[in-house]
């Protein structure tokens, strides 16, 4: 088997854990017998700084011709001044938009090592198994219009919340199909009870189920989900929700796992698909070698599960984070007590020593 990736470090701590996830991509590569030949690209405030704009024509062109995309994280203190055309998070979205990734999967699973590293009670977190379906091509981040007119006091931002039926019945759908490999439960979240563009949400995920009638699917309004996954997460195994909600919520289902640096994600759409970390590029612990490498390192595990067909892969490289967790290794964001903090390269080592033996 032949495939293309292209790998997309991009700013901070990308260009740290990018290659210590490529390391892990190419000892599976070679054990599956895939020939992967990648070719790396430049994104975001790097791509910025050398070409002028943050998704230079280079990098979509290899992007649409590759089978997948291994992005590390966009964006930074030095670009936040620029106009908002050409911030270096515009070059990730033009990519989720030009590629067509509409569905972004983030499983939230707590490793049991990591019981006492989140901030909630072990007894609320232990066994955590979520899957945040999150819509990412429509909603408030692409729809128009948009922007900051008038002057002075007579200023006004605007965003608008835009969905249509058929994006909506699209990620319904995925997240159906997810939920029926899960334990088929379904709960959409929307805030309808103020938002008509998420009443729409509701309507159309009502009559998708209509195909699904095997998944038990329930509602919830953002505010109460996000109470709810705090109280009891493990009331939940899919949710399924718009770009924003999905945004936010899967950071604070993050928090659950003991850190952002634990969460991987697919991006995925009818014919691309890209893998990245949920983090930003974290700029307080970039270039110290702090950054925690699991994340990328697990999204690399659903590349070869969703793009390769290798779901046994995937499984191998929770299973080496677990053994390496085991014997004890931590990075600074999941040490706690009188845990020896190692460094991100180090972490990447260790998983690689797991994954070989
Ligand atoms: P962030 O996710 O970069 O960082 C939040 C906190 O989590 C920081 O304290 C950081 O040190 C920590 N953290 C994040 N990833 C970590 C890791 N792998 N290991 C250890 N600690 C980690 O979010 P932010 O600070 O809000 O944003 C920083 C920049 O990243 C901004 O420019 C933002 O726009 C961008 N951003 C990019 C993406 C992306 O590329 N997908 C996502 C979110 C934010």
């Known amino acids: 088997m032949a495939k ?46 050398k070409t002028g704009t943050p998704l230079p024509k280079e990098t979509l062109a290899a992007c649409k011709a590759a089978d997948a995309v291994l992005l590390g994280a966009v964006g930074g203190p030095k670009w936040e001044g620029l106009d908002y055309s050409v911030r270096p998070e515009r070059g990730l979205l033009g990519i989720r938009k030009e590629l067509q ?57 605007l965003n608008s919340m835009v969905y249509t039926a058929p994006e909506i019945e699209r990620i319904a759908r995925k997240a159906f199909e997810v939920a029926r490999v899960r334990s088929n439960k379904l709960c959409s979240v929307d805030k309808a009870n103020v938002l008509e563009c998420t009443e729409l949400w509701r309507d159309v995920v009502n009559e998708v189920h209509a195909d699904y009638p095997d998944v038990a699917l329930s509602h919830m309004y953002v505010d109460n989900a996000a109470m709810q996954l705090v109280r009891w997460p493990k009331q939940f195994d899919v949710i399924v929700t718009g770009n924003i909600f999905g945004d936010i919520l899967s950071d604070e289902a993050s928090m659950l796992t003991g850190s952002i640096g634990m969460l991987p994600s697919a991006s995925l759409g009818e014919s691309h698909a890209m ?53 004890g290794a931590r990075t600074a964001d999941i040490a706690t007590g009188d845990e020896t903090a190692i460094g991100c390269a180090e972490m990447g080592d260790r998983i690689v020593a797991a994954l070989g033996d």
């Open 4 to 49: 293309k990736v292209v790998i997309l470090p991009g700013d901070g701590i990308g260009q740290e854990i990018v290659p210590q996830a490529v390391r892990v991509m190419d000892l599976l590569a070679k054990e599956y017998g895939i020939a992967i030949e990648t070719e790396s690209h430049l994104i975001g405030g790097a791509a910025y700084d």
């Open 101 to 157: 990734l509409f569905a972004n999967l983030r499983p939230a699973v707590v490793f049991p090592q990591l019981v006492h590293a989140s901030s909630l009670k072990p007894e609320v977190v232990a066994g955590i198994d979520v899957m945040v379906v999150r819509e990412l091509t429509g909603d408030i981040y692409f729809g128009e219009p948009r922007g900051v007119t008038g002057e002075g006091d007579a200023r006004r931002g």
């Open 275 to 327: 893998y990245e970390p949920i983090h930003g590029s974290a700029p307080d612990i970039a270039g110290k070698d702090l950054a925690n490498p699991i994340a990328t390192i697990l999204s690399v595990g659903m590349m070869f599960k969703y793009t390769f067909g290798k779901p046994e892969a995937e499984q191998r490289v929770e299973q080496a984070v677990s053994r390496v967790l085991d014997a």
